[in-house]
């Protein structure tokens, strides 16, 4: 049992780091000069954001969420859908 322990969190870190290092290369492609707010935290430009995801903060874990969110309902057709109606 311990040792079944530890490979799931062994493979729980793969997956948060692999999760990291793609919304890092998501943050990458954007302008430097983007800012993001995050609610009550602040505002962010790119490289401070992809700081704080690397360093896998609080303000870091909310970019990771809000990005695989976006991905997830970009998988699911949501995205092309919201933007089929705008049009």
Same mark, same amino acid.
């Not at 290369?25 to 000069?33: G, M």
């Given at each position: 049992?311990?040792?079944?322990?530890?490979?799931?969190?062994?493979? #729980?870190?793969?997956? #948060?780091?692999? =999760?990291?290092?793609?919304?890092? $290369?998501?943050?990458?492609?954007?302008?430097?000069?983007? =800012? *993001?707010?995050? /609610?009550? %935290?602040?505002?962010?430009?790119? #490289?401070?954001?992809? %700081?704080?995801?690397?360093?896998? #903060?609080? =303000? /870091? *874990?909310?970019?990771?969420?809000?990005?695989?969110?976006?991905?997830? $309902? @970009?998988?699911? /057709?949501?995205?092309? %859908? @919201?933007?089929?109606?705008?049009?």
């Amino acid at each position: 049992m311990s040792n079944m322990n530890n490979k799931k969190k062994k493979n #729980d870190f793969s997956n #948060d780091e692999e =999760i990291r290092k793609l919304v890092v $290369a998501r943050l990458n492609v954007i302008s430097p000069d983007t =800012i *993001k707010c995050i /609610g009550n %935290e602040g505002s962010f430009n790119r #490289d401070q954001l992809i %700081e704080h995801v690397q360093r896998g #903060d609080k =303000i /870091g *874990k909310t970019i990771e969420k809000i990005e695989m969110e976006w991905l997830r $309902a @970009l998988k699911h /057709g949501i995205i092309s %859908e @919201l933007y089929k109606e705008n049009v």
